[in-house]
């Protein structure tokens, strides 16, 4: 190559070099099939080794607790705003959902999920331009709310938590794109930690969504198919094009 | 390569060598930039350039009238199944949204729409197996409704389209993912076509939207903002992270 540049920007980020010359050695080739990774299908076994050796691989690093569901969803972790609310909204009466604002992408979660629950920010550092964490104490967690969420890492403030807010019995959902895998966190503190890939995982487009279990299965009716955590899980991933629960109707 | 496999089947199918060639050249070094195309920045200008150069070609090549937008979208072709009647059923007071069903796909595109407009099948061959493209009337076609959707080439069953029906006033939406730019369409007969890209176009993941221009800014309130057809105009398709809009705020 020309010269390696690094690349520190806010936005997608550099993967390392041995993982990208090895994407190139295979890219016409993958595993002696004759065609791309690109090009084969997602049903294909050896697509399906790479989904499983992904998430095992995950689990692993992580420690990730059995309870736990690893998915890999559409439109990076922007998409997830929406469907947050979406999925998680439904598992309190109240609808209510919590956020802590901390800059741009943490005020970007709690706008895309307005009109999916009572969205409501508890604590934000917005009127000092982000540049601190607001201090969150237990009596201002609604314990009827359906989630408390975060963003762990706010990249442009330079702000991160070194100590996540202890939210009792409402789940902690985490927006953890810029610093997934960078640092060891226990994800059992957690009901929900999800990321788009492009920080520090793989490319644009994608993200990956970890969830307990016992979240799962409180999407709204008006949830689109491919949005629904609960399908995607019984899917592993893979509910793009006819999938089993379509066939069984026919 | 190993041996060069032709592959024929119903999921994604295979790129042209040379693009997977040039791909495969300019993976670790993107036109001199010391990275790869997928890790540096959707704002960046080289990839706006690889952008408009993709939408100019796919102008050019379908001879697409100019009030018509061409959108890259999330999901897939799937994801739009959702969408279109986010997008679109808003357009008629009676929501009504009228389908063809001619095979598996265009079962789940009327299936996943359920739940965003009045939903009804006008036509379908599936009491025989789907072996042939029901007669479409002017008579079928309620002129209130707010589009007809159609699946041009149905690949499992050998049937596609070689005149399209004549939906008055109602706009023709077609999903054309297993067809796309294989025969030439008069395109400003549609008001909107999608395909996923895996078939023809690019890989996974992705889908292509071509909407004409009157069709946008009916969406329905709860439509994701990443689902939203007339904010993604707007953005040329780069809504996601922070954009124009959402630092407005600020």
């Given at each position: 190559?020309?010269?390696?540049?690094?690349?520190?920007?806010?936005?997608?980020?550099?993967?390392?070099?041995?993982?990208?010359?090895?994407?190139?050695?295979?890219?016409?080739?993958?595993?002696?099939?004759?065609?791309?990774?690109?090009?084969?299908?997602?049903?294909?076994?050896?697509?399906?080794?790479?989904?499983?050796?992904?998430?095992?691989?995950?689990?692993?690093?992580?420690?990730?607790?059995?309870?736990?569901?690893?998915?890999?969803?559409?439109?990076?972790?922007?998409?997830?705003?929406?469907?947050?609310?979406?999925?998680?909204?439904?598992?309190?009466?109240?609808?209510?959902?919590?956020?802590?604002?901390?800059?741009?992408?943490?005020?970007?979660?709690?706008?895309?999920?307005?009109?999916?629950?009572?969205i409501q920010v508890i604590a934000s550092s917005?009127?000092?331009?982000?540049?601190?964490?607001?201090?969150?104490?237990?009596?201002?967690?609604?314990?009827?709310?359906?989630?408390?969420?975060?963003?762990?890492?706010?990249?442009?403030?330079?702000?991160?938590?070194?100590?996540?807010?202890?939210?009792?019995?409402?789940?902690?959902?985490?927006?953890?794109?810029?610093?997934?895998?960078?640092?060891?966190?226990?994800?059992?503190?957690?009901?929900?930690?999800?990321?788009?890939?492009?920080?520090?995982?793989?490319?644009?487009?994608?993200?990956?969504?970890?969830?307990?279990?016992?979240?799962?299965?409180?999407?709204?009716?008006?949830?689109?198919?491919?949005?629904?955590?609960?399908?995607?899980?019984?899917?592993?991933?893979?509910?793009?094009?006819?999938?089993?629960?379509?066939?069984?109707?026919?």
């Amino acid at each position: 190559m020309s010269q390696q540049v690094y690349n520190f920007g806010a936005g997608p980020a550099m993967l390392p070099v041995p993982v990208m010359e090895r994407i190139r050695e295979e890219f016409l080739d993958f595993q002696g099939m004759g065609v791309s990774v690109i090009e084969v299908s997602h049903r294909a076994k050896q697509f399906e080794k790479v989904l499983l050796d992904a998430q095992e691989s995950f689990r692993q690093l992580t420690n990730l607790p059995d309870n736990y569901k690893i998915l890999f969803v559409h439109g990076g972790a922007r998409m997830q705003f929406s469907a947050l609310p979406m999925n998680l909204a439904g598992r309190s009466a109240s609808k209510k959902c919590l956020y802590v604002e901390t800059g741009n992408f943490a005020k970007l979660a709690n706008k895309d999920a307005k009109g999916y629950g009572d969205i409501q920010v508890i604590a934000s550092s917005a009127d000092t331009k982000y540049d601190r964490l607001p201090a969150i104490t237990p009596e201002m967690i609604d314990q009827d709310a359906a989630y408390l969420h975060i963003t762990t890492n706010n990249t442009l403030y330079g702000s991160r938590y070194s100590q996540f807010p202890d939210a009792g019995n409402v789940p902690l959902i985490a927006d953890q794109t810029s610093e997934i895998l960078s640092r060891v966190v226990d994800y059992s503190k957690f009901g929900c930690i999800y990321a788009g890939l492009q920080k520090n995982l793989g490319p644009s487009g994608t993200a990956i969504v970890v969830i307990r279990e016992d979240l799962l299965g409180h999407a709204s009716a008006e949830t689109p198919v491919l949005l629904n955590y609960e399908q995607c899980a019984k899917d592993n991933s893979l509910t793009n094009t006819a999938n089993t629960f379509a066939r069984e109707d026919q």
